[in-house]
């Protein structure tokens, strides 16, 4: 009687200490699982965010850069008579100042580079702060018409004057096609971009979550 006692109490003691093991390696593996999801999923969520973040700047630089290049040259040629090359020097005597006109077609590539530089500093500016204020996304159609003159009135008021451009005769058709061309040409594009890289899957996300709630 005393002997099977003692044979059933080991058993139990046995049992009771193998159950233990088996659930402290699952607790173990469960954190370490855990902890390699949230690891898998959180380099997914930090990268697809940035891949979006270079597409809305690289496309809306781009769009910008080219709309607001062909609007100029339209507009230039219909007022004052210039060309490609010669709006382009006059681009790059910001920097080189009157002798920028006597520079010939390196001087205009140079015009080239900051007329398109600007384009994406500005479309860097705003996509980077539709990541934190994510209306400036949604509602492209107002806030990129309005970040549009906010970029000319910068370049006009503060950029130019401090440049090395020469000064030139004022001209109300070039005053007006220069707002309504920014609005349009420059802030619509770059707001649309950001809308369509960074609002876009949101608002995905939202469907879903509600669709499933």
Known sequence: ?????TSNDR????S????????GSANAAGPAMTAGSTSAAGSID???????VLRAVLVGGAAAAVLDAADAIVA???????DPVSIYQFVASGMLGP????????????GVFFHTSIAFSAALVYVLASTRLTWLARAYTVWGPIFGLGVWAVMNL???PLSKTPPSAFSLPL??????????????????????????????????????S
């Open 158 to 160: 503060i950029v130019i």
């Open 175 to 212: 005053f007006l096609n220069g707002i309504i061309g920014h609005a349009l040409f420059v802030g619509l594009p770059i707001a649309y971009a950001a809308h369509r890289y960074l609002a876009a899957p949101d608002s995905a996300a939202a469907r879903t979550a509600r669709s499933a």
């Open 76 to 82: 230039f040629k219909a007022v004052l008579g210039f």
């Open 1 to 5: 009687m005393n002997t099977t006692s």
């Open 16 to 23: 009771s200490f193998g159950s233990t093991q088996s659930v």
């Open 99 to 110: 002798s920028a006109f006597e520079g010939g077609i390196a001087t205009a590539l140079l």
């Open 46 to 52: 930090t990268a697809r965010p940035a891949r979006s």
């Open 11 to 14: 058993s139990s003691s046995r």
